[in-house]
């Protein structure tokens, strides 16, 4: 998301991305916990993670209980050579739902067709190239 974050700025105006390096789904949840707490979780929360590893049901469901209600936004990952992220989008396709308040932003499907979005590892994008605007225009049409 660090890639993406200059075109989510500008296509998304008004959106908070709190997006670190190597961030794993469990920092993200109690990225969440925290923001809500402080009383600052917004009222749309996109979750892009996964890519650094693996994304169970139950970490999902702790992202709905935390959200309590708020619309979610869940970002597919693409790695081409990680092992789980097709078992991660899998669990998401599956789970997140309108009776969930959820949305998919399905990034992946878009990233398999365009290969050249992507640096030499395949993860990573130019920021501010297509592939970054495409991240960001995938994630402005599921809010």
Request: charged residues 10%; aromatic residues 6%.
């Amino acid at each position: 998301m660090i890639d993406a974050q200059p075109s989510m700025q500008a296509t998304i105006p008004g959106i908070y991305v709190d997006a670190a390096v190597s961030r794993q789904v469990s920092d993200g949840v109690r990225e969440m916990q925290s923001l809500a707490g402080s009383g600052q979780l917004r009222r749309t929360v996109v979750f892009g993670l996964g890519t650094n590893g693996g994304f169970g049901l139950d970490q999902l469901n702790q992202v709905f209980a935390v959200a309590a209600g708020r619309h979610v936004v869940v970002v597919t990952s693409h790695c081409p050579y990680c092992g789980w992220t097709a078992g991660n989008n899998a669990m998401i396709h599956a789970n997140c739902t309108a009776a969930r308040k959820c949305t998919v932003a399905d990034f992946q499907a878009l990233a398999n067709a365009n290969p050249g979005w992507f640096v030499g590892d395949g993860v990573h994008m130019p920021i501010g190239g297509a592939g970054a605007q495409a991240y960001a225009r995938v994630i402005l049409a599921a809010l």
